[in-house]
């Protein structure tokens, strides 16, 4: 199955820039991009506007036109590229969760034209990134280029989702033809007053940082040899804050949805949350292919 990387498209600058970021992706991949918009009655979600009316949604013919620009542009900028447009039936964040069934990566931007300036994070790109079927990329901050440099940065804790970062973050940097760079984080020891004890912590820290590093990077470059890794452990107020310092030199970061500390029914942990709202580039949630 040849599946697309879908990227949401309402005419916004961040759904376009997403777009552009979803062009690349799907030439990395040798993949279709399918541009979707997700459409709903006027007056609501399909609800009835008086007893004796369907409420049927209608495509619209704006929007449409809208998505054909884009996919002209977006095929004159990227050759080879295959582009196809759909509007669909639905909210936007649900039409995407539904397309994550038969993709192979959804893109969003932060914010459409629903959000608010003031918003890190738009509802959609939050849902999306929450309960998608597939990998998602969040495209942020939506001002800046495509960064093709800098490395791709992962989070390392030794966590289920942590390895299955890991690995798509090495498919990734791969593909990109750059380095990967594995991150530890350790809490800072603030409310520590006794030296001996902080003594204790820290050579513990180093320990476990050493063998989380070590074991990532051996299951790393088995798949990868030619891979350049590089182990980065720091230290930060929390997890979410280290990786969020380190994604200022990074072309993508990398995360799960749930580290060690995080609970079994929450869809997206707290440090993968504050990343994709305060990361200075795209950040892949890995979400496993369904």
């Known amino acids: 199955m040849n599946r697309p990387v879908v990227v949401g498209v309402d005419g916004s600058p961040s759904s376009l820039v997403a777009a552009e970021h979803a062009a690349r992706a799907a030439l990395l ?11 709903l009655h006027p007056f609501g979600y399909g609800v009835p506007i008086n007893p004796y009316e369907l409420g049927v949604p209608m495509p619209s013919e704006e929007a449409q036109k809208m998505l054909e620009r884009t996919a002209a542009e977006l095929t004159e900028r990227w050759p080879g590229l295959a582009v196809e447009a759909h509007q ?62 800098g490395p791709v940065l992962v989070g390392v804790d030794g966590s289920e989702s942590s390895r299955l970062a890991v690995g798509l973050g090495a498919d990734e940097a791969a593909l990109r033809d750059v380095p990967l760079v594995l991150v530890h984080v350790d809490p800072l020891d603030g409310d520590r007053t006794v030296p001996e004890e902080i003594e204790e912590a820290q050579a513990a820290y180093q320990a476990e940082a050493v063998r989380l590093l070590a074991d990532a ?42 580290g060690r500390a995080g609970f079994a029914g929450l869809l997206l942990g707290s440090a993968s949350q504050a990343a994709i709202q305060h990361a200075h580039c795209p950040v892949l949630v890995a979400r496993p292919v369904s």
Request: hydrophobic fraction near 45%; glycine fraction near 12%; charge should be neutral.
């Open 88 to 149: 669909v039936t639905g909210g936007p964040g649900a039409t995407l969760i539904e397309e994550s069934h038969r993709a192979e990566l959804v893109v969003v931007g932060s914010r459409g034209l629903g959000g608010f300036a003031g918003l890190l994070l738009g509802s959609v790109s939050a849902q999306v990134a929450a309960h998608a079927h597939c990998p998602v990329l969040v495209v942020r901050p939506d001002e800046q280029p495509i960064p093709v440099d």
């Open 29 to 39: 991949r040798s993949r279709p991009l399918l541009l979707v918009h997700g459409y």
């Open 217 to 258: 990077s051996a299951v790393v470059r088995a798949e990868h040899p030619d891979l350049v890794v590089r182990e980065h452990p720091v230290r930060a107020a929390g997890a979410a804050q280290g990786l969020i310092e380190a994604s200022s030199t990074a072309a993508l970061l990398v995360v799960g949805t749930r």
